[in-house]
């Protein structure tokens, strides 16, 4: 009885005074709090609201064999509603947090295309044909290019337009290690210009990164990113799996 008022904890609802926790110290009493925060979890994801106390109750007789209170065809008009219902309002969720994601989107866009423009008129900023921005802050004095085949090690730092910082090896305190042709379009064609030794500034369009995406909480839809990469090392070229 105790665990099932897991499922009202999930559903965000008030627990009654009397509720104890449960000590999980059998495997039944793990496998009953497991089983209670799959359906938890499942009830919550729909967005609808539970009476979690006719749930518990209903739960309670379900479990000791006592007989339903609704007939199985009623049980199955009642879930039928519930499905749809919650459907809809998924579907409306989703289409509130698609509004959302490209308002913001249109927004990045612009100011991306309004970075870009600009930056490419500051001294040292050289534009390739595809769009990728880079500023060459020290030459490297490596003999060799990396090839797309091949893995490199490098420091490097994102940020985005606004400067906010999303990741750093520098922070970590080690080296990154990956194929060149592995990661975002616009490093993998600039490190295919990096001697080793050379540190770029790195303007990147959105589309030579994460595009109408984003990734991650950080990385908003059609982002421009700014990297700080330093090529230290090529390792060669990754081993066959």
């Known amino acids: 009885m105790r665990a099932s008022f897991a499922f009202v904890a999930l559903l965000g609802l008030t627990v009654p005074a009397f509720a104890q926790t449960s000590t999980l110290d059998t495997p039944e009493k793990k496998t009953a709090y497991a089983i209670g925060q799959e ?14 106390a006719t749930l518990t109750q209903s739960l309670t007789e379900a479990l000791s064999g006592a007989p339903s209170r ?26 509130a947090q698609k509004a959302v994601q490209d308002q913001a989107g249109a927004a990045n866009d612009a100011a991306g295309k309004k970075f870009l423009a600009e930056n490419a008129k500051k001294s040292g900023v050289k534009t390739l044909p595809s769009g990728l921005q880079y500023k060459v802050e020290k030459l490297g004095n490596g003999k060799d290019f990396p090839a797309a085949s091949d893995q490199v090690k490098v420091h490097y730092r994102g940020t985005l337009l606004d400067g906010k910082e999303f990741d750093s090896s520098y922070k970590r305190g080690e080296p990154a290690q990956f194929g060149v042709g592995q990661v975002i379009k616009g490093w993998t064609e600039a490190l295919q210009k990096m001697r080793v030794g050379a540190k770029w500034k790195l303007f990147i369009p959105a589309e030579l990164a994460y595009g109408a995406q984003g990734a991650g909480q950080d990385i908003g839809p059609n982002s421009v990113l700014i990297f700080e990469v330093e090529l230290l090392e090529i390792v060669g070229k990754p081993k066959a799996e």
């Not at 359906?39 to 979690?52: E, F, H, Y």
Request: aromatic share 2%; net charge negative; no cysteine.
């Open 39 to 52: 359906i938890g979890r499942s009830l919550k994801s729909t967005g609808m609201p539970v009476d979690a």
């Open 70 to 95: 609704l007939t199985p065809e009623e049980i199955q008009q009642v879930m039928a509603v519930f499905q749809q219902a919650a459907q809809a309002k998924q579907q409306e969720a989703h289409a």
